[in-house]
T-cell receptor
Framework: EAGVAQSPRYKIIEKRQSVAFWCNPI?????LYWYQQILGQGPKLLIQ????????DSQLPKDRFSAERLKGVDSTLKIQPAKLEDSAVYLC?????????????FGPGTRLTVL | AQSVTQLGSHVSVSEGALVLLRCNYS??????LFWYVQYPNQGLQLLLK??????LVKGINGFEAEFKKSETSFHLTKPSAHMSDAAEYFC?????????FGKGTSLLVTP
């Protein structure tokens, strides 16, 4: 089966610009996660969706970050405006039915560089 | 809050030697524990997980880990390192239905 797809793979922007990332989870997976992985650190959860509803967005910087999962399938994560400290890899993951502790399947990530 | 600490940001072993990557956890509830591996420019792949039951967990690629409640540890081992094991390894603990990851350990395997 196809894995989690993410695009773009790389993005370079200047600070104060806007950027959007796209994720297509594994077909049939109800739960979708966005993680931020700063260089030298482990991934940190930004937001978790169950179908098209938000389960946890407590660590999402809502003044600049937003995410949506329309129709409970694809998801987009947006940053507006970007700051230097947003430079990181943004990982999307999905898991089968939830909420539960099923294995999370990760996409390859989008590497964002903010200049 | 649940958290994990990985001891050693870099570990170097010779090919064929024992691999030991250390992870200690902190959890106010019975934890679910995971080890993930990340190869360069790729996402994370699950190596193994502990939920309940047998405390010695076997995973893919010859890796295993033992849950020791008394030591709050979940160390990852492999009897004989292979060059292809060179990667970043992350320990994680459940936090609600998401995961809290450690900072990772970079494994270098030398010929």
């Amino acid at each position: 089966e196809a894995g989690v797809a993410q695009s773009p793979r790389y993005k370079i922007i200047e600070k104060r610009q806007s950027v959007a990332f796209w994720c297509n989870p594994i077909s049939g997976h109800a739960t979708l996660y966005w993680y931020q992985q700063i260089l030298g650190q482990g991934p940190k959860l930004l937001i978790q969706f169950q179908n098209n509803g938000v389960v946890d967005d407590s660590q999402l910087p809502k003044d600049r970050f937003s995410a949506e999962r329309l129709k409970g399938v694809d998801s987009t994560l947006k940053i507006q405006p970007a700051k230097l400290e947003d430079s990181a890899v943004y990982l999307c993951a999905s898991s089968p039915s939830g909420p539960s502790l099923n294995e999370q399947f990760f996409g390859p990530g989008t590497r964002l560089t903010v200049l | 809050a649940q958290s994990v600490t990985q001891l050693g940001s870099h570990v170097s072993v010779s090919e064929g030697a024992l691999v030991l990557l250390r992870c200690n956890y902190s959890s106010s509830v019975p934890p679910y524990l995971f080890w993930y591996v990340q190869y360069p420019n790729q996402g994370l792949q699950l190596l193994l997980k502990y939920t309940t039951g047998a405390t010695l967990v076997k995973g893919i690629n010859g890796f295993e880990a033992e849950f020791k409640k008394s030591e709050t540890s979940f160390h990852l081992t492999k009897p004989s390192a292979h060059m292809s094991d060179a990667a970043e390894y992350f320990c994680a603990v459940n936090s609600g239905y998401a995961l809290n990851f450690g900072k990772g350990t970079s494994l270098l395997v030398t010929p």
